[in-house]
């Protein structure tokens, strides 16, 4: 498969990952278990996408100095363009995230572990499912057309579906978990595991833990043939991912007060999901430019933003 990823490339990205999340989880380490502010989460959202920002201008200088400017610009708007999808699609997990948590009843100060931990989980899956479909894609390029038909079912599945809550106790990662783990039916802190009379017993964190970083992996199942609609690099696609992946705990916080607020988002993200799945179907017929794509994409997430603020929500009479 090509790719622009070096092998210096790579370590550079591994590198800068490996870096931010020791500095992550040190900070949560020495603030505690503790209920975060919408102050804290802005910030650290903000971080996020500052760093996410700074590896594409790297990635950018590093290209521009070894492949030439035209190669630069493309990349880095296909990083772009990758990384703003993706985070748009994550909002969607936010919401499910936060159904998860008030079903368990997660204590406020206890979200950060399970979160930090689900989404660790998260990126080694996606990491998993990305180099899968990038060997796919690479043998067999009819695959994108099975992509795209696949995105414009599952954005016509998410309009049908919109504001409708998942039904958590037909969840079977959750009814296998009950079958086969002793669980406890308290939380013992931010314990994940405990050992009562010889015995292992698993916390409600951990089957928390469990569930949001499946979950993840069941949006990435919509999200990541998204993204090989903008590019077929493996690099592109993989660094897009994790870090738009990396901001998705500090963007919880940020938005999880506001998700009554978003009651029309399900909409934009299902024609963002029917939009890239057009384009790649039409792909070998006519391109449609990665900056008109991007623009595409913000318009269609700014709109429902927009419209979720000035639309009230309908209330059920009774």
Do not use: C
């Not at 479909?133 to 009819?142: E, P």
């Amino acid at each position: 498969m090509q790719t622009i990823g070096t092998t210096g490339l790579w370590s550079a990205f591994a590198l800068i990952v490996i870096a931010a999340l020791v500095v992550d989880f040190a900070v949560l380490r020495s603030g505690g278990p503790h209920r975060v502010s919408f102050r804290e989460a802005l910030i650290w959202s903000l971080a996020w996408v500052g760093l996410a920002l700074a590896f594409n201008l790297g990635l950018w200088w590093w290209l521009d100095g070894h492949a030439g400017r035209a190669v630069a610009n493309d990349i880095g708007l296909e990083f772009l363009t990758g990384y703003v999808v993706e985070k748009s699609l994550a909002v969607d997990n936010i919401f499910v995230f936060l159904m998860i948590f008030n079903y368990f009843g997660v204590p406020p100060e206890q979200r950060q572990r399970a979160l930090m931990l689900g989404v660790l989980g998260a990126i080694v899956l996606r990491a998993i499912l990305i180099f899968i479909g990038a060997a796919l894609v690479a043998r067999f390029h009819w695959i994108l057309y099975l992509f795209g038909l696949f995105l414009i079912v599952t954005g016509v599945k998410m309009l049908l579906a919109a504001n409708q809550e998942p039904d958590l106790e037909a969840n079977p990662m959750l009814r296998w978990m009950r079958r086969h783990l002793p669980l406890t039916r308290e939380f013992r802190d931010s314990a994940l595991s405990v050992l009562e009379n010889g015995k292992r017993l698993y916390t409600p964190l951990f089957v928390v833990m469990m569930l949001i970083a499946v979950t993840d992996v069941i949006f990435a199942v919509d999200s990541i043939p998204a993204i090989f609609a903008v590019t077929e690099d493996p690099f592109v696609v993989l660094t897009s991912n994790v870090f738009a992946v990396l901001g998705l705990r500090a963007m919880f916080f940020l938005l999880a007060g506001a998700a009554e607020r978003f009651h029309l988002l399900s909409y934009g993200l299902a024609a963002v999901l029917l939009f890239i799945g057009t384009k790649m179907l039409i792909a070998d017929f006519y391109k449609i430019p990665i900056g008109i794509a991007l623009g595409v994409v913000a318009l269609l997430i700014g709109a429902s933003i927009v419209a979720s603020l000035r639309i009230p929500p309908r209330r059920d009479a009774g």
